[in-house]
């Protein structure tokens, strides 16, 4: 497609549960983001992708989140062993470039929402 | 680090009245500075950005900015409100020169809900 796709657009789990989310970016886009927006909270940055490595994971906010991105495209965030603190939506980003001296392309989000 | 403050969660102004969305940042590098919009159940989408060159910054649907380096603020200003401009504005900064050791993230501000009323 011609822009960032997220799957699933809403997720629905039990807390203790693990879940993934996936972000298809722009053809070409090396730099991808991924951030949470959380009500009055405005977007928390999670983790930056150049490529397929990630400089900086500084935002994950337990190791109970994780992410990768393969060839260089596709990446997912994985959360394992929900908690209802968890309940956000997932914002992925990408960006031709560098990313912070240009234009992030959003995707719609995945709204998850842990029970 | 960098940091985004906006003042006034929600916003409420009358359809063709000026609108004013406040954004102060602050940053201990010269900055690159963004105003997005989010509209219900959807992504956001660049208004406009802030990269060094004029400080007064035209972006879409009307709306500008002013980079204001005394007062440390990117305040969005639209003339003339329309019903269609209700939505979530988010101030966001970057640090393109790689000093502040951030990464190449944008760092957001917290959201002002824009309503516009009859």
């Known amino acids: 497609g011609a822009g960032v796709s997220q799957s699933p657009s809403n997720k629905v789990t039990e807390k203790g549960k693990d879940v993934e989310l996936r972000c298809d970016p722009i053809?070409?886009?090396?730099?991808l983001y991924w951030y949470r927006q959380s009500l009055g909270q405005g977007l928390e940055f999670l983790i930056y992708?150049?490529?397929?490595?990630?400089?900086?994971k500084s935002g994950l906010p337990s190791d109970r989140f994780s992410a990768e991105r393969t060839g260089g495209s596709v990446s997912t965030l994985t959360i394992q062993r929900t908690q209802q603190e968890d309940s956000a939506v997932y914002l992925c980003?990408?960006?031709?470039?560098?990313?912070?001296?240009?234009?992030?392309?959003f995707g719609e989000g995945s709204r998850l929402t842990v029970l | 680090a960098q940091s985004v403050t906006q003042l006034g969660s929600h916003v409420s102004v009358s359809e063709g009245a000026l609108v004013l969305l406040r954004c102060n940042y602050s940053?201990?590098?010269?900055?690159?500075l963004f105003w997005y919009v989010q509209y219900p159940n959807q992504g956001l989408q660049l208004l406009l950005k802030?990269?060094?060159?004029?400080?007064l910054v035209k972006g879409i649907n009307g709306f500008e900015a002013e980079f204001k380096k005394s007062e440390t603020s990117f305040h969005l200003t639209k003339p003339s409100a329309h019903m269609s401009d209700a939505a979530e504005y988010f101030c966001?900064?970057?640090?393109?020169?790689?000093?502040?050791?951030?990464?190449?993230?944008?760092?957001f501000g917290t959201g002002t809900q824009l309503k516009v009323e009859l």
């Open positions: 980003a990408s960006s031709h470039g560098s990313g912070n001296t240009g234009e992030l392309f």
């Open positions: 053809s070409g886009h090396t730099a």
């Open positions: 992708f150049q490529g397929n490595s990630a400089p900086d």
């Open positions: 940053s201990s590098v010269p900055p690159y």
């Open positions: 802030y990269t060094s060159a004029a400080t």
């Open positions: 966001a900064v970057s640090d393109p020169w790689g000093l502040t050791g951030g990464g190449n993230k944008l760092t």
